[in-house]
């Protein structure tokens, strides 16, 4: 019995990841219309909408609306970045990134799943880490790095994520969930895996 009781927030979690991705793709299509002086309100309102969800993360009944709106949200916010990059990359080079990624992303976190290692030692580190790596991403934005140091940022951008990524899968494995922290769970698992892909994005983009 506890074997299944433990089994049933997963499915529950993967069609919530699903249904989650869906509203992210839509919220990605309609980034194209919006106008981008409100794109940086719009990351103003994303930022808002985690904070809330981490003092709220406990109340189902506004989790997973928290959660649909910060997907469609983020997925405006997405679109310029990525429009972006294919403007400089090219569209085959993103769409190679994108599904490299998201294969590399998978096989972390079967990896972790599968072996059962515990990464959550690296709770810590990771938290300090993404400090840094906020305050180098500010610090550019005042004195834009020149190709060696953005090579080094964006590498090390990439190391944080998959930290982060092998993180929260023990997180899940070792500690297990509820209904009620799925929709914080599904933000963190986009997260590791969209900061991911924006670094390795940059860190192609490199002079």
């Known amino acids: 019995m ?29 980034g194209q219309y919006v106008p981008p002086a409100y794109f940086l309100p719009l990351i103003f309102v994303e930022l808002g909408l985690i904070i809330a969800m981490i003092f709220l993360r406990r109340k189902k009944a506004i989790g ?22 294919i403007s400089q990359l ?28 515990d990464f959550r030692f690296m709770g810590g580190f990771l938290f300090i880490s993404l400090f ?26 990439i190391l944080v994520f998959v930290g982060y990524t092998l993180y929260d899968f023990s997180r899940l494995t070792h500690e297990g969930f509820t209904d009620e922290d799925i929709p914080m769970i599904i933000v963190s698992i986009y997260l590791d895996f969209v900061n991911l892909l924006l670094f390795v994005l940059r860190f192609l983009n490199r002079d």
């Open 2 to 30: 506890e074997h299944v009781q433990y089994q049933k927030p997963y499915a529950k979690l993967f069609i919530a990841f699903f249904s989650a991705l869906m509203i992210a793709f839509v919220g990605f299509y309609a």
């Open 64 to 85: 997973y609306p928290l959660m649909f709106t910060f997907m469609f949200v983020s997925g405006c916010t997405l679109y310029p970045a990525i429009a972006m990059y």
């Open 90 to 117: 090219g569209a085959e080079t993103v769409g190679k990134a994108i599904v490299i990624t998201a294969l590399s992303f998978a096989g972390i976190a079967l990896y972790t799943v599968i072996s059962k290692h």
């Open 132 to 157: 840094v790596l906020i305050g180098l991403g500010i610090a550019n934005i005042f004195v834009p790095f020149g190709g060696q140091m953005d090579l080094i940022y964006s590498g090390f951008g």
